[in-house]
């Protein structure tokens, strides 16, 4: 299901089992630019895989991407690193 993050929000999604190996990301705008940051974290002890995202359209191009995530006890997490204001 669809979940909305807006200007500088944090959304994390968490998986303990070892069958999820591979996670698809999905990220549009309504037009307006899209800026974000998109994280694996895995294992709690481990610095994170990060990914910045800058599309100038969100709704014309929209972002995907397929990331890996062996083992168990990852957790994606997804930044809207836009501010809440749009001149």
Known sequence: APVTAQGG???TWSFASATIDKVL????TDG???NADVELWQGPDNT????RVYI???????FSCV???PG?????AVR????MEYP
């Open 48 to 51: 994170p895989q990060k990914m």
């Open 9 to 11: 929000s944090l959304r």
């Open 56 to 62: 100038e359209d969100g709704n014309l191009r929209p």
């Open 72 to 76: 168990g006890q990852n957790a994606i």
């Open 25 to 28: 990301v999905m990220m549009r």
């Open 32 to 34: 307006r630019p899209l």
């Open 67 to 69: 990331v890996d995530s």
């Open 80 to 83: 809207d690193t836009a501010t």
